[in-house]
């Protein structure tokens, strides 16, 4: 490993050393990959370099050990620096981990209400808010493309888009079944009922970045519409594409203009389409799943949140909190920690094996 950190800091030298030269400032695009290597570098060598003062740190407190007057504070910085040791070197084994190349995507979140009738629809209706407003306090941007509302202010169906630094690399362990155990509203006996809603992350793509032939969509247009039939507006600007092959079928009709409601709906398309692919590849090689929290699959049941005894739990990972009203209201934060560091863990098992 650190002889190929030794590399690595030359990369990232020879980077920072052109990005100071008068040529590269007059090529824009060169520029900007130049000082994005040097970005992605920067915490790795940062890591390396701490590794090696640190190493240096030991070998020097080692030659004081037989010093009678700095014996005892030569033991104690040994004893400092080998913790710093084994701390640098797990960050490092970490951040030179394969990183997922769709971590600086936004995403496109589907959910769907499940079993459970109207109570389902209200829970899908939840997760959205609880989505929603952890993308608003991480400072990201929510946009629907396509919602689906019963006459009880509950949701069918939603896609919805969220633009943001990390919002993959945040969002990605979501996939998954979602189940819920509560009294319904619409019961009135006071019996708990158990429901579910079906959640979907994919990355977003554009439409250059996999291949759809044209001649396979089916293009309609129609007025958009809310619960119950109402109209939203006068214009026929809702799009409806339906890749025929695979008979995937994508509307958008959050936006006033056809065009955007197109584009969107293009984009959403070719997420699903391209994680359709991901997904039969993965199944393919079921072994790499070993190295992952979770399989993405949508039929995974992934979490519970028990409204009653307040608590939610994440089945994955066997997490449980006590804090079920502030996740609902957007925090994320602890569970999603835990799912990033139990993947870290399991991807470090793999390498060490």
């Not at 990183?99 to 109570?119: A, L, M, S, Y």
């Not at 594409?241 to 006033?256: A, N």
Request: some cysteine.
């Amino acid at each position: 490993m650190f002889e190929k950190m030794e590399g690595i800091e030359e990369r990232y030298v020879a980077a920072q050393g052109k990005l100071e030269t008068p040529e590269v400032y007059s090529d824009p695009a060169a520029y900007a990959a130049l000082a994005r290597e040097v970005k992605e570098l920067t915490p790795v060598v940062e890591a390396y370099r701490r590794w090696k003062g640190l190493r240096r740190d030991l070998e020097e407190a080692r030659e004081l050990l037989s010093d009678p007057e700095l014996g005892a504070m030569a033991r104690e910085e040994m004893e400092s620096a080998k913790a710093g040791i084994d701390a640098a070197e797990r960050e490092l084994k970490l951040l030179l981990l394969p990183k997922d190349p769709n971590d600086g995507r936004n995403v496109i979140i589907e959910i769907r209400g499940g079993v459970g009738g109207e109570e389902s629809a209200l829970f899908a209706s939840d997760l959205y808010r609880m989505y929603s407003m952890y993308a608003e306090a991480r400072g990201w941007r929510t946009e629907i493309a396509y919602i689906n509302e019963t006459e009880l202010g509950g949701i069918k169906e939603i896609s919805f888009l969220i633009e943001g630094e990390g919002a993959w690399s945040r969002l990605k362990f979501e996939s998954g079944v979602h189940r819920v155990q509560r009294v319904p509203v619409t019961e009135s006996s006071g019996r708990i009922q158990t429901s579910a809603a079906t959640v979907a992350v994919l990355p977003e793509l554009e439409e250059l970045e996999f291949q759809i032939n044209p001649a396979d969509l089916q293009i309609d247009t129609f007025r958009s519409t809310g619960a119950g039939g109402q109209k939203v507006n006068k214009t026929e600007s809702a799009i409806r594409i339906t890749h025929l092959p695979t008979g995937t079928v994508v509307e958008c009709q959050d936006e006033r203009s056809q065009y955007k409601n197109k584009d969107r709906a293009m984009k959403i398309l070719v997420s699903r389409l391209a994680d359709s692919e991901r997904r039969k590849r993965d199944a393919a090689v079921a072994a790499e799943r070993r190295s992952q929290v979770g399989s993405g699959d949508r039929s995974e049941r992934i979490r519970t949140y028990n409204f009653p005894q307040g608590r939610v739990t994440d089945h994955r990972i066997n997490l449980t909190l006590y804090k079920i009203e502030q996740v609902m209201n957007g925090g994320l934060d602890e569970i999603i920690d835990a799912l990033i560091m139990a993947d870290q863990a399991e991807k470090l098992k793999g390498e060490d094996a």
